[in-house]
């Protein structure tokens, strides 16, 4: 049974659409890259995705025992966040909340997971360091760690490279890539970068209007390719 | 040593003593919340809310309400959760919203006292205002009620503060995330906002509606100059500001200054050695 199913659905704000008509299925271990200009509705699918935002028609389900509150999410970093002054164990354990319901405090189990997540991101050495402090490629890691607290079995990342210099990027996308692979962590990614799509993903949603469509990565090559041709065709 | 003794004289009436309890508590509180507020860029909220706090209280004059706090809570109450809880998508933005809300209740109240003079009991308008707006003497005129009302809802305070203080750390820092995880977000913003609504009704008898953004924001900017980690930052600053509070009341009985603006000008002093120390240690 698939992890993610959205039928027909269509998100937006105050009656008016964002998005088109999105149709798609993904099961553990997929690795979907949602691509689309600015504007096209890539965080509010997200949002959609995470119960934050209704969508305005069409249903979004979960199965293969995968619950709306187990998904891990690493939004955009806001200007709130640039000069907050949190230790990265703070920000990593709050990923616990999930699961501490009404309990004020954390529990041993909560600071081991966060020091493993620290661990498997490679900045267990930063822990008591201040957030503030780390560069951009440290930071990411750090959100990184704290989503998957919160869950393993699916990620949400909203254009988690924005902002960083090549070969930070790339080091991103290899962690990435190892939880896809080796842990069989779902992974819905927001990105403009192609490149990254045609050597991690697996699938592609095109957000960009009339039609949104949902392929595989091949698929999508392909249809990219002749494109390219055609257009190779009008010079 | 004169002063010594001063102090030692002034200190055994049961008014003095009451007003440093109160005193200490509300500066307490207000840092605590302080931190949430300004890492959320609410800073100006305490002001906000104290000019409506203001109004409705000018309100409870003119209507002659034996209990004025039987308007002035609600309606701040009220005021904080709109303020805090309607989001990013509304038409009028946090800090628009936050402006015309304080300037407009401030005129409002200043109007209808004006427009009913009668029925002002000291029959001192503009004197009456001045010591709303920068605080007075009042705080050496408590009952031992209004003590106890203070002690109670101070600790209700730091009680919310401490029980869901991981919930605020996630709901400040990432409300999204903190959303996503299930986190009921806008649930714990009703509760600050209550929590802020009560804080501010209560710091207005000690420093006034005007000189309330003082006891929210400077505590919090000078431990945000030194320390790094949340906890280090609610902690120092909850110090910083209870002995400003202190030194300021104190300076103000012996010397009989203003009591706000002292507790003010003390914690711009600490903010002051704060910056140094933050800017030695790099």
């Not at chain 2, 309606?75 to 919203?97: H, M, Q, R």
Request: hydrophobic content about 50%; overall charge neutral; glycine content about 8%.
């Amino acid at each position: 049974m698939a992890q993610l199913t959205c039928e027909n659905v269509i998100l937006g704000y105050e009656k008016t659409a964002v998005t088109g008509c999105i149709n798609l299925s993904l099961n553990k271990g997929d690795y979907l890259c949602i691509i689309g200009d600015n504007g096209s509705g890539k965080s509010t699918l997200m949002k959609g995705i995470l119960g934050l935002r209704k969508p305005m028609e069409g249903k979004i389900t979960f199965g293969d025992d995968l619950k709306q509150n187990e998904i891990g999410y690493m939004p955009q970093q806001t200007i709130v966040q640039k000069d907050f002054p949190a230790s990265v164990e703070e920000i990593v354990i709050s990923g616990c909340l999930s699961r501490s319901g009404l309990r004020p405090f954390f529990t041993k189990q909560d600071k081991m997971l966060a020091d493993e997540m620290l661990a498997k991101m490679e900045i267990l050495d930063l822990k008591k360091r201040s957030y503030r402090e780390l560069s951009g490629g440290q930071q990411q890691r750090v959100l990184l760690a704290r989503a998957l607290c919160a869950t393993q079995k699916m990620l949400l990342l909203d254009e988690p490279v924005a902002g960083l210099d090549p070969e930070t990027t790339e080091e991103f996308y290899e962690l990435v890539k190892r939880l896809n692979r080796e842990e069989q962590v779902t992974i819905l990614m927001v990105s403009h970068d192609l490149h990254a799509v045609s050597k991690y993903a697996s699938h592609v949603l095109n957000l960009v209007k009339d039609p949104v469509f949902f392929v595989t990565k091949e698929e999508y090559l392909k249809l990219n390719q002749k494109g390219e041709e055609v257009s190779d065709g009008t010079v | 040593m004169e002063l010594f003794d001063k102090l030692v004289y002034y200190l055994s009436y049961p008014l003095v003593q009451y007003a440093l309890v109160v005193g200490v508590l509300i500066a307490l509180c207000s840092s605590l919340l302080g931190v949430t507020l300004v890492l959320k860029r609410l800073s100006f909220i305490g002001d906000g809310l104290s000019h409506v706090a203001f109004g409705a209280m000018a309100f409870a004059v003119v209507l002659n309400f034996s209990n004025q706090m039987l308007l002035i809570l609600p309606v701040t109450v009220l005021v904080a959760i709109l303020l805090l809880c309607t989001g990013k998508n509304t038409k009028i933005k946090g800090d628009a919203a936050i402006a015309m809300l304080s300037v407009g209740a401030l005129a409002l109240g200043y109007l209808v006292l004006n427009i009913f003079p009668e029925m002002v009991k000291s029959g001192n308008v503009a004197g009456d205002v001045c010591s709303t707006l920068f605080g007075s003497a009042s705080l050496l005129t408590l009952s031992s009620k209004d003590v106890w009302l203070c002690i109670g809802l101070s600790v209700f305070v730091i009680g919310v503060f401490v029980f869901f203080y991981h919930k605020l750390f996630a709901i400040t820092f990432d409300e999204d995330f903190a959303a996503a995880t299930g986190v009921k977000v806008q649930a714990y913003n009703i509760l600050l906002a209550t929590v802020i609504a009560v804080v501010i009704v209560l710091a207005m008898k000690l420093v006034g509606s005007l000189l309330i953004s003082a006891l929210i924001i400077f505590p919090t900017m000078s431990a945000m100059r030194v320390f790094k980690s949340f906890k280090n930052v609610i902690v120092c600053s909850a110090c910083i500001s209870v002995v400003c509070a202190l030194t300021g009341m104190l300076v103000s009985i012996l010397f009989s200054t203003p009591v706000g603006a002292t507790v003010v000008a003390a914690d711009m002093v600490a903010f002051g050695i704060f910056a140094l120390i933050g800017a030695l240690k790099g």
